[in-house]
């Protein structure tokens, strides 16, 4: 399974790009997040979802494992396929998607071409309580700055704790931002202090 293409960028348009690679050319289908993010660039990483049925082979791209792990949660809705996914990740941003599904905002969902009532309706019922528990977000991506092992660490402390993790996503976050070099120890002492 392909995680990642790191390359460079070869054709860009709002809805595809061909990245290369040790000479071969990667067909790759975007979101109009991710096409923002690689305009002007010249090399890239990435994120891949390898999409495969019996008559056809698609890669789907996203510049950030966060983008992807939306998308992968919004194609597990029944009745949302890859092109809808893709569609809403280009009408919202993936923070505003979050927001609406929590937020219980169909008319904001519904907003978005090809997503009707009963779409809109489905996606908060299987969606919410993922989306409050932490599901479709990449850890990794709050905290780029630190040593992800450490985070990793104390984030599964504090889930184990009984807290979730969207909540402890937060606590850390703070914590980081308050002191960024802080040891395993004290990230966990001080956001049991924040939760």
Do not use: W
């Amino acid at each position: 399974m392909i995680d990642y293409i790191k390359g460079t960028i070869i054709e860009l348009t709002p809805t595809d790009t061909v990245v290369e690679c040790y000479g071969i050319g990667y067909k790759i289908l975007i979101s109009l997040q991710t096409f923002s993010q690689l305009e002007g660039k010249k090399d890239t990483t990435i994120y891949i979802h390898h999409y495969l049925r019996e008559d056809e082979e698609i890669y789907y791209g996203f510049s950030t494992k966060d983008e992807r792990e939306l998308f992968r949660l919004l194609i597990g809705v029944s009745g949302i396929g890859a092109s809808t996914a893709r569609m809403m990740l280009s009408s919202l941003s993936s923070e505003e998607i979050r927001n609406a599904i929590i937020a219980e905002d169909i008319n904001r969902i519904k907003s978005i071409k090809g997503i009707g009532m009963k779409s809109a309706q489905r996606l908060i019922l299987e969606l919410k309580d993922k989306v409050v528990k932490g599901a479709g977000s990449d850890t990794t991506a709050l905290f780029s700055h630190t040593d992800n092992s450490v985070v990793d660490e104390a984030s599964t402390a504090l889930v184990l704790l009984g807290f979730t993790k969207a909540n402890v996503n937060k606590a850390i976050a703070a914590v980081l931002k308050e002191s960024p070099g802080a040891n395993l120890e004290s990230i966990i002492k001080s956001a049991l202090k924040k939760l």
